[in-house]
Every structure is written in C-alpha cells, then in structure tokens.
C-alpha cells in the first residue's frame, strides 16, 4: 500500500532556530500534500494544503510566513517552521493524497520542541 | 461545507466486549467517509473508507462501519475488542470531488481494560 515517510520523528530545538520537517511519498505521486497540527488530546487542525509545483494554501489564522512550504516535486513536502518559539511546540502530521486509491495516506509525525 | 461529529470522547469497554464508535456527519453533497487510528505519538492508519456501493465496509483488524445516507452516520463497530485496539479514533469525510481536503472529527479515545 501507500506509504508515506516523515522525518524526523522527533526534534528539540532552541527558540528563535528553524527548523525542517521532510514528507516523501514512497510509492506513489502525490500531487497534493497536506500539513496538520495537533495538540495534545486533539484533533488534527488543518495547517496547509500544496500542490506540487504551486504555492501553498494555508489555512485562516495560519502564519505563511512562519510555517513556510515548498512541495518542489511529486514525492516530496517540506514544511520549515521559522524562528520557532514554545508556543510552536506540537505535533505535526503530513498527509498525501493518493488519487489512484482515492485514499489520504499520513505520516508517522514529527513530535517538535522548542526550548 | 461539511462537518464530522464524534459524540463520546471516551470509551470505556472490557476485553473481549463489542464496542461501537459513533460518527455523525453533515454535508450538502455526497462524501467520502474514513475511520482512522492512531496510537501514541503516532501518525493515521487507515481503517476503512467508504467511497461508493455496499454500506457495509469491512476494514483491517476486525473492523467494520455501515454508511446510513438517511442518518448521516458511519458507525464503526467491532464484534470482541482487544487490549491493543486501545488508541484514538477519528472519523473523517471529504467531498467526493475535485482536490478535497479531509474534515476530521475530534476523535474517541477507545479504553480497552482485561
């Protein structure tokens, strides 16, 4: 089946770093790829939406020029968060649309701290 | 636009019992309908979907749901639960067209105790 792999799994950082979190789509084109956050004992709240090749659709209330996505080919999506503060500390989830099985297959998700 | 709701946030049940998750949703055109399950710290698997025919959907360990179109529901049920289907489950829908983002319910946590 699909399979998509997300890393890293887990990262502490110090605050005001960057940091990058890597979505590759293993076996299959994933033309879109979707980034959600989750906080503890919720559910995952929609962060972006990319399409391969175009900018991102963030959703409202979601700083583009903090969480900062490039989808520059049909297996992988990156997602920096910038200048990262504590209140950035959470879990973040990759999604990738896989249009031949109609299904949404997620990430292993990356647990980010920032100290 | 369309929206999901997971009516208990927990539940409790004992090894070996059957146990049903019920999902509710609300859209003005024809969905697609996803359970997913996730562990600790853990990204989503995949359960089961339904995009079209039979409303019963068989999925993996054990797992089924039936799509009720007059009831908008998909209630996902499963005859003799194990200590290890304890995680949370979230029901999800997305329109049946075009490049749909999915719309997640806030999950039920499953408590499975021997």
């Known amino acids: 089946g699909a399979v998509v792999s997300q890393h890293p799994s887990w990262v502490i950082c110090k605050s005001g770093t960057s940091v990058k979190i890597e979505c590759r789509s293993l076996?299959?084109?994933?033309?879109?790829m979707f980034w959600y956050r989750q906080f503890p004992k919720q559910s995952l709240m929609l962060m972006a939406t990319?399409?391969?090749?175009?900018?991102?659709?963030?959703e409202q209330g979601v700083e583009k020029d903090k969480f900062l996505i490039n989808h520059a080919s049909l297996t992988l999506s990156t997602l920096t968060v910038t200048s990262a503060h504590p209140e950035d500390s959470s879990f973040y989830i990759c999604s990738a649309r896989d249009r031949a099985a109609y299904g949404y297959t997620f990430g292993s998700g990356t647990r980010l701290t920032v100290v | 636009a369309q929206s999901v709701t997971q009516l208990d946030s927990q539940v409790p049940v004992f090894e070996e019992a059957p146990v049903e998750l019920r999902c509710n949703y609300s859209?003005?055109?024809?969905?697609?309908l996803f359970w997913y399950v996730q562990y600790p710290n853990q990204g989503l698997q995949l359960l089961l979907k339904y995009l079209s025919g039979s409303t019963l959907v068989k999925g993996i360990n054990g797992f089924e749901a039936e799509f009720n179109k007059s009831q908008t529901s998909f209630h996902l049920r499963k005859p003799s639960v194990h200590i290890s289907d304890t995680a949370e489950y979230f029901c999800a829908v997305s329109l049946n067209s075009g490049y749909s983002t999915l719309t997640f319910g806030k999950g039920t946590m499953l408590l499975v105790s021997p």
């Open positions: 076996d299959f084109q994933a033309t879109t």
């Open positions: 859209s003005s055109v024809s969905v697609y």
């Open positions: 990319s399409n391969e090749g175009s900018k991102a659709t963030y």
